[in-house]
């Protein structure tokens, strides 16, 4: 089964900066398109940034120009570059493939808090 491990997350004060990664077990990493979402408690998980095979990049309107997505396929890691961070910024970070694999990994907490 393939893992997912997200680090990165931490307490940030607003307009602060993080860097997520995200660290998969799949063998051919390279050729998925993989994306990273966000939740709150008691709301859907939402798809903020995506990448694809090609490094073609699209984000949600809310983080666009604020969130930066990138990969290495050479680590099998995605990387979410955060800039001026916000309070309504706060929540769980997850990677994920897209279409989605069955497991998610435990995610990542950024809290955004002055």
């Known amino acids: 089964q393939v893992q997912l491990v997200e680090s990165g997350g931490e307490l940030v004060q607003p307009g602060g900066s993080l860097r997520l990664s995200c660290t998969t077990s799949?063998?051919?990493?390279?050729?998925?398109?993989m994306g990273w979402y966000r939740q709150v408690p008691g709301k859907q998980r939402e798809l903020v940034a995506r990448i694809t095979s090609g490094s073609r990049t699209s984000y949600a309107d809310s983080v666009e120009g604020r969130f930066t997505i990138s990969r290495d396929n050479a680590k099998n890691t995605v990387y979410l570059q955060i800039n001026n961070l916000r309070p309504e910024d706060t929540a769980v970070y997850y990677c994920?493939?897209?279409?989605?694999?069955?497991?998610w990994g435990q995610g990542t907490q950024v809290t955004v808090s002055s």
């Open positions: 799949g063998s051919i990493f390279n050729i998925w398109t």
């Open positions: 994920q493939r897209l279409p989605n694999l069955n497991s």
